[in-house]
């Protein structure tokens, strides 16, 4: 829920702090009073582009300030997919708008962007105006609703990924067909450059282990020469340095080497290190013997690696590859294409065949898709009669319509909503016949029925009200508090009637400073809270008559 919002420099509010309770909260203030600036701020936090005009003072910036406590775990994978911090559900969302235009978003202190912040933000809180009743009148917005009461399970997310799948299929079919058809019209130098590399026959790595075995036959006659050299110096020969370095140790063991080392040198003695030394050198002779007899000078088989060399460098050359292993990869593609031109490719019979089961199994989940949301429809249709008549829309005549068509990724349904107000009208698509006092009444009554399927901690009403009043205000303000019974509800405001529902009053006014007047809001205590009831009854003459109506509201006794 929505804890506390704050908001310097921006329009006609210098600062002001706003702490907000659970249950239901209802905000009032004159006209101009600054309710709908407060609203314009909240709407940088859903990600709304801002305009440095809204800056109260040029020379300094504007911050925006949601504190969101109780968030739903759900919301958890979004943050750390996007490596945000997860405070147990305590969520900050700030936006800053600069002097010079710019604007900046954090989520947990954390800088995001304009679309992850709306991404976020729709999941905290849904701001709801008679501005967003046009919403009600689209078919992707009217079939969400049917979808909340249809009770789907996983099988909609099912269909969801089947169909996503599906799609991807579908485009690397027509991407294998246009080549197909690309490849058709060049088969013949594609045929040719395939039968070149063919015969080339060209293998991973080959070309590789061909230019170290050149190096080495190439130079066979110099290594092996100063190979045997080296051998000679280190090896089992007289004067050699194995042999001199056996000597020394032999040397060394008739004479008492602790009376000239005692303590001064620790760890191995010089006769040690000698036999060690002997060691390595043995070791070295016996691997540069080995690689003696690995050098043979082979002349027949250097021209044979040269020659298959030079095709390999030739190809490379031609085709415009840097190295065999791309050769290998051409004679690959250019293989698949020129199969898939002869209508044999591999890729794409299996694709095809892939696509022909998802398909069946989108048409399976479609069907039993539209089977509950045909049921839901009716099930929709009854309830937002039964709520929307009380509130003053007596003849109401309401019907969700379902037609299937072609399958989409939302199934294969289509859902209209249609209505009339008056008796014996013809059925007519909502948006031709509602009004805004009417779509209002009827956006309601579908909060007040989904709020418990809604998963939003906070639903804000801007002056939803608006083109009602008395006994219809009364219930659409009963409407409104039931609907906080499952969510943190706030309300702005004009009726009495529906002020008067709230567990929390705050009030937005005007107040004159030297130089400019600035808005602030203020809670409003018991004695304060029937003085804004009386004056949104009476006006600005506040009588006796509208303080006792005004506590009657309240449910307040006269002593009270």
């Known amino acids: 829920m929505l804890d506390r919002l704050t908001i310097s420099n921006y329009a006609l509010i210098d600062r002001l702090e706003v702490n907000f309770t659970n249950g239901f909260s209802i905000i009032t203030g004159d006209t101009g009073a600054g309710k709908s600036v407060m609203m314009g701020a909240l709407s940088l936090l859903m990600g709304n582009r801002a305009d440095m005009k809204v800056l109260a003072h040029n020379e300094g910036r504007s911050v925006i300030e949601g504190v969101f406590s109780n968030v739903a775990p759900s919301l958890r994978t979004a943050f750390d997919d996007n490596q945000l911090d997860w405070n147990d559900g305590y969520v900050i969302v700030r936006r800053e708008i600069n002097p010079n235009g710019r604007s900046r978003a954090f989520i947990n202190d954390s800088p995001v962007t304009l679309p992850l912040l709306e991404e976020i933000s729709s999941s905290l809180v849904d701001v709801h105006s008679q501005h967003s009743n046009r919403l009600l009148s689209m078919s992707s917005y009217q079939r969400n609703i049917i979808d909340i009461f249809a009770e789907h399970g996983g099988e909609l997310e099912e269909y969801h990924r089947k169909f996503r799948e599906f799609a991807e299929i579908r485009r690397k079919l027509k991407s294998l067909r246009e080549e197909a058809e690309r490849n058709k019209e060049n088969r013949e130098l594609l045929a040719f450059q395939l039968s070149q590399l063919d015969k080339l026959n060209p293998r991973l790595g080959e070309l590789k282990e061909i230019e170290r075995e050149f190096d080495l036959l190439s130079d066979a006659d110099e290594m092996r020469g100063k190979l045997q050299e080296a051998a000679g110096l280190t090896g089992e020969y007289d004067m050699s340095a194995m042999m001199n370095v056996s000597a020394a140790a032999e040397l060394l063991s008739g004479v008492n080497m602790s009376l000239l080392e005692g303590e001064i040198r620790e760890g191995e003695s010089i006769a040690e290190r000698l036999r060690s030394l002997y060691v390595e050198l043995k070791d070295v002779s016996e691997t540069l013997n080995g690689y003696l007899s690995q050098i043979e000078a082979d002349p027949v088989r250097l021209m044979n ?11 490379c050359k031609r085709f415009k590859v840097s190295d065999g292993d791309e050769l290998v990869a051409l004679r690959d593609e250019l293989r698949r294409r020129v199969s898939g031109a002869d209508g044999s490719n591999e890729e794409f019979i299996e694709l095809e065949k892939k696509g022909k089961l998802l398909g069946q199994d989108l048409k399976r989940l479609a069907n039993s898709i539209s089977e509950r949301r045909i049921r839901s429809a009716q099930f929709f249709s009854s309830e937002l009669v039964n709520r929307a008549r009380p509130l003053g829309l007596k003849n109401l005549t309401f019907e969700a319509r379902i037609s299937q068509g072609k399958l989409t990724i939302d199934g294969a349904d289509s859902v209209e909503f249609f209505c009339s107000f008056n008796k014996n009208q013809e059925l007519m698509p909502l948006a031709k016949v509602a009004s805004g006092g009417e779509m209002s009444r009827l956006t309601l009554c579908i909060k007040a029925m989904v709020a418990g399927n809604m998963k939003l901690p906070t639903v804000i009403f801007d002056e939803i009200d608006t083109g009602v009043s008395g006994e219809i205000a009364d219930k659409m303000g009963d409407m409104m508090r039931s609907v906080a019974e499952e969510m943190q509800v706030i309300a702005i405001t004009h009726l009495p009637q529906v002020a ?57 006794s006269v002593d009270d």
């Open 305 to 315: 690696i040269t020659a298959r060399m030079n095709r390999y460098h030739e190809a």
């Open 500 to 556: 008067a529902k709230g567990d929390n009053h705050y009030l937005v006014y005007k107040r004159d400073l030297e130089d400019r007047t600035v808005s602030s809001v203020k809670e409003l205590n018991r004695e304060e809270r029937v003085m804004e009831v009386a004056r949104m009854l009476s006006g600005s003459e506040i009588n006796a008559a509208a303080l006792e109506n005004a506590r009657s509201l309240l449910g307040m």
